[in-house]
T-cell receptor, first 113, second 107 residues
Framework: NAGVTQTPKFQVLKTGQSMTLQCAQDMNHEYMSWYRQDPGMGLRLIHYSVGAGITDQGEVPNGYNVSRSTTEDFPLRLLSAAPSQTSVYFC???WGTGIDTQYFGPGTRLTVL | GEDVEQSLFLSVREGDSSVINCTYTDSSSTYLYWYKQEPGAGLQLLTY?????DMKQDQRLTVLLNKKDKHLSLRIADTQTGDSAIYFC???????FGAGTTVTVRA
């Protein structure tokens, strides 16, 4: 099992550009989520999905879109990047939201100039 | 305010015990978790405690839960250099994480 994979590992964008952060898992997990990590603010939930075709907003969804067309993939789209979106982004997956362990990807470090 | 709060930094001497504290606002969580993040990596589940327990021990780790005060702590006995990391507490309400406590182990 590869676990949770994320691409790219690093990305630099200019303000206004768009891009998609990729996330895939091969554990057949139903639940997937995206977090951003900023110094002193911990991890904040952006969007999550409880299964293919179902997504919902987390704490900080503005400026981000997601879709879940398959169980394996959960891409995060930045439609028009802003400097405030400079952060480290983590994708996670699990069987559910309770006791089940959340498996985290290695992260994508995004800088928006 | 934040759903969970932690102090940001902890420095401890190798071999001593570390205690990382967390307070939370919501009392409806069924489980409370501690995650560890090593430099440049994602988070890994370290341990968890069921909300009707007040203590859980797992090798060098001891989790204490005070539901009355909504206070959770993680004690690491005989702290090693490999314990240097950021530690996050998490509830299962809103899947909120604390800001994380950066633990630095010094020789």
């Amino acid at each position: 099992n590869a676990g949770v994979t994320q691409t790219p590992k690093f990305q630099v964008l200019k303000t206004g550009q768009s891009m998609t952060l990729q996330c895939a898992q091969d554990m057949n997990h139903e639940y997937m989520s995206w977090y951003r990590q900023d110094p002193g603010m911990g991890l904040r939930l952006i969007h999550y999905s409880v299964g293919a075709g179902i997504t919902d907003q987390g704490e900080v969804p503005n400026g981000y879109n997601v879709s879940r067309s398959t169980t394996e993939d959960f891409p995060l789209r930045l439609l028009s990047a802003a400097p405030s979106q400079t952060s480290v982004y983590f994708c996670a997956s699990s069987w559910g939201t309770g006791i089940d362990t959340q498996y985290f990807g290695p992260g994508t470090r995004l800088t928006v100039l | 305010g934040e759903d969970v709060e932690q102090s940001l930094f902890l420095s401890v001497r190798e071999g001593d015990s570390s205690v990382i504290n967390c307070t939370y606002t919501d009392s409806s969580s069924t489980y409370l978790y501690w995650y560890k993040q090593e430099p440049g990596a994602g988070l890994q589940l370290l341990t968890y405690i069921f909300s009707n327990m007040d203590m859980k021990q797992d090798q060098r780790l001891t989790v204490l839960l005070n539901k009355k005060d909504k206070h959770l702590s993680l004690r690491i006995a005989d702290t090693q250099t490999g314990d240097s990391a950021i530690y996050f507490c998490r509830n299962d309400y809103k899947l909120s994480f604390g800001a994380g406590t950066t633990v630095t182990v010094r020789a």
